[in-house]
């Protein structure tokens, strides 16, 4: 059956996936003008293409941290581009927001619960990163989803969307907000690798035992004294890498343990989340 492509077709098209008018012409045409065949070669062109740039590195992109209403979950998504000129772009990152939303709205299992979601009333979340590959010709990637349950969750976004920290607290009162910000923006800053000292991976800390013992025997050590030292690195390691043992970098007096506690005696921090581009 022989039909006739309109330009308001092309632009239609256009409009609901954000593909080129030359691509829209091109599916619209091998569709014999069915509008949802012709998202779909869209999409499969947007497949291909994440397939043949499987080996580019999307180390830009676009990070969102949100909480819901009573604060007692929060979620940080991840849209992943190659050039931070796609990232920078506000359509990109409004489209990173929008994820969000519904990560929080639906608190997903996990990320590919996420991408299963609707998007819009008309596809899926998957789709939707599917249609930005088209679009847009690069590497995009919707590469991370956490989500975090606590009494009061508080969250921080480090500027221009590189990072997005969750922290949960164990105490509920609107004045604690800004002490679980404080304790977001040490985990920007600083990095943790847990929580506490009991939260350390047992391979890591396995790993760190042994680099201790290495150097202690390299700068000449006893062997006897070589696991006595090895701990006491171990012990430098819990300072500089838990979150809780670490010093406070607005105060470096104190802890960041500490700092809790001098805002209400029983307040400490139940757990955390950190996703950063790169």
Request: with cysteine.
């Amino acid at each position: 059956m022989s039909f006739t492509l309109s330009a308001t077709d092309v632009k239609n098209l256009r409009d609901a996936t954000g593909a080129g008018m030359m691509d829209c012409k091109a599916a619209l045409t091998e569709a014999n003008g069915d509008f949802e065949t012709a998202i779909d070669i869209l999409r499969k062109k947007g497949q291909k293409l994440s397939v043949k740039r499987a080996d580019r590195e999307a180390k830009e992109g676009v990070v969102i941290a949100m909480v819901n209403g009573d604060k007692t979950k929060g979620i940080i998504v991840k849209l992943s581009s190659e050039t931070d000129f796609v990232s920078k772009n506000e359509d990109f990152v409004q489209t990173t927001k929008k994820i969000a939303q519904v990560a929080i709205d639906h608190f997903p299992a996990d990320l590919e619960a996420l991408k299963a979601l609707p998007f819009e009333g008309n596809t899926t979340i998957g789709d939707k990163v599917t249609d930005l590959v088209a679009a847009i010709g690069e590497k995009i990637e919707l590469s991370n989803y956490e989500k975090l349950e606590a009494p009061q969750v508080e969250y921080y976004i480090h500027m221009g969307n590189k990072a997005g920290v969750l922290i949960g607290l164990n105490k509920v009162n609107a004045a604690f907000t800004d002490a679980g910000r404080d304790a977001a923006m040490q985990v920007a800053a600083m990095k943790p690798v847990a929580l506490d000292r009991g939260d350390v991976d047992a391979t890591m800390i396995k790993r760190e035992l042994e680099i201790g013992m290495e150097q202690a025997r390299a700068e000449g050590k006893p062997e006897a004294m070589l696991e006595k030292i090895a701990q006491g690195k171990l012990e430098r390691f819990y300072k500089d890498n838990t979150l809780l043992n670490q010093s406070f970098v607005k105060d470096g007096s104190m802890t960041v343990a500490a700092y809790l506690k001098s805002v209400d005696q029983d307040l400490t921090v139940t757990g955390f989340k950190h996703v950063m581009l790169g």
